[in-house]
Nanobody, 114 residues
Framework: QVQLVESGGGLVQPGGSLRLSCVAS????????MGWYRQAPGKQRELVAT???????KIADSVQGRFTVSRVNAKNTVNLQMNSLKPEDTAVYYC????????WGQGTQVTVSS
């Protein structure tokens, strides 16, 4: 089993930045890709960004150029740097392990509002 624990969500004004982090523990050898999904109120969960252990990334068009995903393999950590945030980025952000996701974190709320 793999446990994923997110941190770094919160309230930010439009145009601001936030950094999310996720640490994986347990049978982490089974994880090849890690990343982030999000779910806004009334909408389906959607991919935000993923990154393989070899640092190949996949970024959603809606956040391309604003969000950056990175990982530190030795620390089983994946980060999401979010810049130029917009109100439509408001959602619960989930850390995931695997692509397609096999493991999910509990989620962290990101609210973009003035």
């Amino acid at each position: 089993q793999v446990q994923l624990v997110e941190s770094g969500g919160g309230l930010v004004q439009p145009g601001g930045s936030l950094r999310l982090s996720c640490v994986a523990s347990g049978s982490t050898f089974s994880i090849y890709a890690m990343g982030w999904y999000r779910q806004a109120p009334g909408k389906q969960r959607e991919l935000v960004a993923t990154i393989t252990s070899g640092s190949t990334t996949k970024i959603a068009d809606s956040v391309q150029g604003r969000f950056t995903v990175s990982r530190v393999n030795a620390k089983n950590t994946v980060n999401l740097q979010m810049n130029s945030l917009k109100p439509e980025d408001t959602a619960v952000y989930y850390c995931v392990g695997g692509d397609p996701p096999k493991y999910w974190g509990q989620g962290t709320q990101v609210t973009v509002s003035s």
